[in-house]
Each structure stands twice: as C-alpha cells, then as structure tokens.
C-alpha cells in the first residue's frame, strides 16, 4: 500500500496547541483546492510514491514521538488513514492537518484533526464541508486564516452558529494571514468581541523566515 509523499521532514510544530514541539512532518502530495496565500504550490504535484512500510522506517530515524499528516490535502489519497492507523499502532502520537473540504471521520479519532476552515480571503470558503464540524471530538482542532475584516467576520460567524464547538472544548485558532493584518489588529478585534479563540501565529515561520511551507 503506497501513498505519493511530496517531503519527510524534522522540524518545530508550528499551527496547533501542539506548537513548538519537534515533529515529523509527512506532506502528502496533491491538493483539490487553490488557496489564494498557499505556501506549499510545490505539493500540488510534485513527490514520489512510498510504501507504508518506508514511510515507517523513514519516520522512526528520527526518533520523535510526534507525527504530523499535512499536505497539499491528506484526504485526497485514499491510503492516508491506513497510514495514520498504523502510526498510531507504533504509539505515535498523531496530528492530521486538513483543509476541511473532505469528511474527516474517515479517519481514527486518535488522531489530532487539525481543519483549518477556509475564509473568504482564500477564495475556497464554498468548497468548505461545514458537517466536519459536527464530525470533531474534544481531540481535534480548528484554525482560520484571516487576512481582513471579512475574514474575521465569517470566522465569528461559524463559531456562533456552531455552539458544540464550544460545548466540547474544540480548540479554535485565529491566524493572521502571512503578510495579511497584523497580530495587534486581529487581538483587538478578539478583545472587543470577547470570543473564545487564541490569537495563533506560524511559528515555524518566525524561526525560519523565508522559507516556504517550513
């Protein structure tokens, strides 16, 4: 069973409660959307096919306990569970990071699942599936990427209309968009509202700076 793997690599978890962390990173190759400030083009296409089984070794060289799936889009390859199922049969501990346009229950609940909700700014908010958000357990996570007011606005939005969200203490990130509004705006703008969000920044890229999807 083999699935087409764009990069394996060590480096600090960046996007989750879990930021911070050394972790592997597997990028699958292959996404369906085409967000307006992706940073990871070169997955679209771009990896070589790998059995499970090397996925595996190549994994436990680097004797981290902390997997994460990310892509392009994990879902889109039908394997993918297969591969987190065995991860987690290792005793890692696993994180998938989805852009919530595919049904995540697909995928064993032991695992972290990570959606980061599409806003209008990215120019996929319609292909978001939005029953994802009745699909998480108090494991997984929620992130928005905003860019402006709008952006904003529509993250409150769903959180306001989605109550269970808050009833099963689902983590929610607010991420400024690279290059986008500044962190004082979006924290204003949280602090005003008084929502129960955490302001989120891409850790990995203030370590690295320039360095695309790192």
């Known amino acids: 069973m083999s699935l087409k793997v764009n990069e394996i690599f060590y480096s600090i978890q960046g996007e989750s409660t879990y930021a911070g962390y050394p972790c592997v990173l597997i990028r699958l190759s292959g996404c369906n959307l ?5 940073d990871t083009r070169y997955a679209y296409t771009e990896g ?4 499970i089984s090397e996925i595996l070794e190549t994994v436990a060289g680097y004797g981290c306990p902390l ?35 595919m049904d995540i229950s697909r995928v064993d609940p032991r695992c972290v ?20 958000l009745n699909r998480l357990t108090g494991g997984d996570e929620i992130k928005f990427v905003i860019a402006d007011r709008t952006d904003y606005e529509y993250a409150k939005m769903i959180l306001l209309r989605n109550q269970r969200i808050e009833e ?26 008084r929502l129960p969000v955490r302001v989120h920044v891409q850790l990995h890229k203030i370590i690295w700076p320039g360095e695309s999807g790192r």
């Open 113 to 132: 699942r990570i959606i980061d909700v599409k806003c209008p700014s990215s120019g996929e908010s319609h292909r978001n599936d939005l029953q994802n």
């Open 67 to 101: 997997v994460e799936i990310t892509g392009g889009e994990p879902l889109l390859q039908e394997e993918t569970p297969a591969l987190i199922l065995s991860l987690l049969e290792k005793s890692y501990r696993v994180l998938m990071e989805t852009n919530g346009s």
């Open 168 to 193: 099963i203490a689902v983590p929610v990130h607010f991420s400024p968009a690279f290059g986008g509004i500044s962190l004082e705006t979006l924290a204003s703008w949280i602090l005003e509202d």
């Open 34 to 38: 085409r967000c307006s400030f992706c």
């Open 48 to 51: 070589v096919s790998m059995e």
